[in-house]
């Protein structure tokens, strides 16, 4: 295989050796720049620097965590890219000319980021060698496991701050409005694509927890209510912005705690929905300095407004699927259910009530990806630096939408690739086997598809066994 080739090439340590002596021996700007430093303009090595490291941690290391977690072979391969590849992009973020710039969080990050790079490639390198099956293996999976669940995490945070580094954002006047906007617009974001990962492919998780999506929902809701009821006034007198942040703290949590009793034994309920609605009608009417921040916020209010109206739809008019049609995996681009082609072996009314449930719950979190970027776009310095470039509400609203539908494209896909790769990919490819063990058959042409066989070793050969056929005396 690819990978362990890559893995086991002796030149690879040394290489990469070779590629971090000099960015550890770096050092980081202080206060002693010159003024044609920091205006200078940002030389091709730094703008290859950002293109290579947002493809490799915005696609790259994604998909292989995906792959990994579907046990794929193309795991390996995909994240040893993605290592060799982000080494090369850490090598260039120091050695660029042109525009220099000061100390920050970004550029400590970067160097200390290497400490979880290596400990991610030595369990992966340890885990290839399948030793110590039954002492230290096990742990060593699960460390594998977590460190690459945090990965997207530790990308999308490093590289908020190669942005705030970039732009010159973010100083000690403009940092507390900052940390509020990035921290809450990432929680939209996040809140929308975990709401698009249950409702597009975790029917199963959602009744095996025995809890409601809005369950989980409220009690998010109630815990962000009650770190921002106290983290939004910070002494002196009370402004009117202060009011209204810590008056939706207190509205979080107490729509929360309702929303959390109204859940209990599997319920249903719209309070998540409504809360989103009222957070919305606060934001369109939140008056700024500027025109253009003023036209923003509301546009980042009314989509909310509109995310929180139709998850009370969803909740409402459209259930979870209970039937076996809906067990399937909902990204199967082959199947009739999920194009304009006529089905001659189903009951059409059912999957077109199927297809309808399926569009309409892309509307809920695509629109809370969309606001959480309306809102972390949404700063004071951000809006300042648009108004001075010439940029009208119109082309800066409908950017941050064209970002916000690419964000929910990748979220999909990952979806997508989690459906049908991996220990996944036997299920998508054989929707007639509903059972398979041990040479024995059951298949249906109705069969759900996440009923799926047991996958067999490549180049087995055994015979299966139909029920009903005859039995040898």
Not at 21 to 44: F, K, M, N, R, S
Not at 225 to 251: P, R, Y
Request: proline share 5%.
């Amino acid at each position: 295989m690819a990978g362990d080739l890559f893995l086991s090439t002796p030149l690879l340590l040394p290489l990469v050796l070779t590629w971090i002596v000099p960015v550890l021996a770096h050092e980081h700007h202080g206060a002693d720049l010159t003024e044609e430093q920091l205006h200078a303009p940002v030389d091709a090595v730094l703008w290859i620097h950002i293109a290579l490291q947002a493809i490799v941690w915005g696609l790259i290391f994604p998909v292989g965590m995906v792959l990994g977690l579907t046990r794929s072979r193309w795991h390996v391969p995909v994240q040893s890219l993605a290592f060799a590849l982000t080494f090369g992009g850490i090598v260039l973020g120091h050695a660029h000319g042109g525009r220099q710039f000061p100390s920050s969080v970004h550029s400590h990050i970067g160097s200390w980021i290497l400490v979880p790079i290596f400990a991610q490639l030595g369990l992966g390198i340890y885990l290839k060698l399948h030793i110590h099956e039954r002492t230290l293996r096990p742990y060593a999976v699960r460390a594998h496991g977590i460190l690459g669940r945090i990965w997207p995490i530790l990308g999308w945070a490093q590289g908020l701050f190669g942005v705030i580094t970039l732009r010159g954002f973010c100083g000690e006047v403009g940092a507390g409005q900052c940390a509020a906007h990035y921290i809450m617009g990432s929680g939209f974001i996040a809140y929308g694509m975990i709401m698009a990962l249950l409702l597009v492919v975790g029917d199963n998780w959602v009744r095996r927890s025995g809890r409601s999506p809005e369950w989980w929902d409220s009690w998010v809701i109630m815990l962000w209510g009650i770190v921002n009821t106290f983290t939004e006034h910070h002494g002196g007198e009370w402004s009117a912005k202060d009011m209204q942040h810590t008056i939706l703290g207190i509205l979080w949590w107490a729509g929360g705690t309702l929303g959390i009793f109204l859940s209990r034994n599997n319920q249903r309920n719209v309070v998540p929905g409504v809360i989103i609605i009222l957070t919305g009608w606060a934001m369109s009417d939140h008056a700024q300095a500027l025109m253009l921040s003023t036209k923003v916020h509301s546009m980042f209010g009314y989509s909310l407004m509109l995310a929180g109206f139709a998850r009370v739809l969803e909740v409402c008019f459209i259930p979870l699927p209970s039937s076996p049609l809906s067990e399937r995996p909902p990204l199967d681009d082959n199947d009739s259910e999920h194009t304009l082609a006529p089905s001659a072996h189903k009951d059409t009314g059912v999957t077109a009530k199927l297809n309808a449930v399926r569009a309409f719950r892309h509307l809920p979190p695509f629109l809370l990806v969309a606001s959480g970027l309306l809102f972390m776009s949404a700063t004071d310095e951000e809006l300042e630096a648009a108004h001075e470039e010439g940029i009208d509400h119109v082309t800066y609203v409908l950017s941050m939408y064209s970002i916000a539908f690419l964000f929910y494209l990748l979220t999909i896909f990952l979806l997508h690739i989690y459906s049908t790769s991996g220990r996944n990919a036997s299920s998508a490819q054989q929707p007639n086997v509903v059972f398979s063990a041990e040479g024995i058959e059951l298949s249906n042409t109705g069969a759900s598809k996440w009923y799926a066989p047991l996958s067999r070793e490549e180049g087995a050969s055994v015979a299966a066994h139909v029920l009903g056929e005859d039995e040898d005396d």
